[in-house]
């Protein structure tokens, strides 16, 4: 049973910055894919960012340079830094894993206020 927790979401004003973490835990492959997805009212869900076990990255180009995904594998841990945050980057951000199979969170809410 995998298990992923998030952690950071809130309230933050427009250039504000925030931080968000996923801890995973149950039965992980060593070679995996962790990462972020949001998921606006009314929207599909998008990927944000994701970072394979080896250090690969991926970014939304909508976030491109600005936002940071970082992880640390003992810890099955992964991060997303973000900054000079928008009022369209308001959504539900859920923690991925893909790992034989795709895990998700439950979701933390980030909302941008302009």
């Known amino acids: 049973q995998v298990q992923l927790v998030e952690s950071g979401g809130g309230l933050v004003q427009t250039g504000g910055s925030l931080t968000l973490s996923c801890v995973a835990s149950?039965?992980?492959?060593?070679?995996?894919?962790m990462g972020w997805f949001r998921q606006a009212p009314g929207q599909q869900r998008e990927l944000v960012a994701t970072?394979?076990?080896?250090?690969?990255?991926q970014y939304a180009d909508s976030v491109k340079g600005r936002f940071t995904i970082s992880r640390d594998n003992p810890k099955n841990t992964v991060h997303v830094q973000m900054n000079s945050l928008k009022p369209e980057d308001s959504a539900v951000y859920f923690c991925?894993?893909?790992?034989?199979?795709?895990?998700w969170g439950q979701g933390t809410q980030v909302t941008v206020s302009s």
């Open positions: 970072i394979t076990s080896a250090g690969s990255t």
């Open positions: 991925y894993l893909w790992s034989r199979r795709a895990y």
């Open positions: 149950g039965s992980i492959f060593s070679f995996n894919t």
